[in-house]
Nanobody, 120 residues
Framework: QVQLVESGGGLVQAGGSLRLSCAAS????????MGWYRRAPGKQRELVAG???????NYADSVKGRFTISRDNAKNTVYLQMNSLKPEDTAVYYC??????????????WGQGTQVTVSS
């Protein structure tokens, strides 16, 4: 079994910054893509940023230039640095990882979610 544990959410004023972390643990052989999604009240979950095992990032247009995704493969951890936060960034943020276990079986895992609230 694999667990993803997120941390770093909270309340911040508009223009401020937060850094989210997500650490994977358990029966891990390797991790392919990792990413951050969010779900705002009344909206569908959306991809915020993703990163390949080789470190190539991609971003939603709404966060380009403000958010930076990175990963530490030695720690099985992915980060999301969020700068110049806006009230519309308020959402529950979820970590996702495509994990291959020791039996070479691959599946997607989700974290429990962390609340990010940006006040105006």
């Amino acid at each position: 079994q694999v667990q993803l544990v997120e941390s770093g959410g909270g309340l911040v004023q508009a223009g401020g910054s937060l850094r989210l972390s997500c650490a994977a643990s358990g029966s891990i052989f390797s991790i392919n893509a990792m990413g951050w999604y969010r779900r705002a009240p009344g909206k569908q979950r959306e991809l915020v940023a993703g990163i390949t095992s080789g470190g190539s990032p991609n971003y939603a247009d709404s966060v380009k230039g403000r958010f930076t995704i990175s990963r530490d493969n030695a720690k099985n951890t992915v980060y999301l640095q969020m700068n110049s936060l806006k009230p519309e960034d308020t959402a529950v943020y979820y970590c996702n990882a495509e994990v291959m276990n020791s039996g070479f079986f691959t599946r997607n895992y989700w974290g429990q979610g962390t609340q990010v609230t940006v006040s105006s």
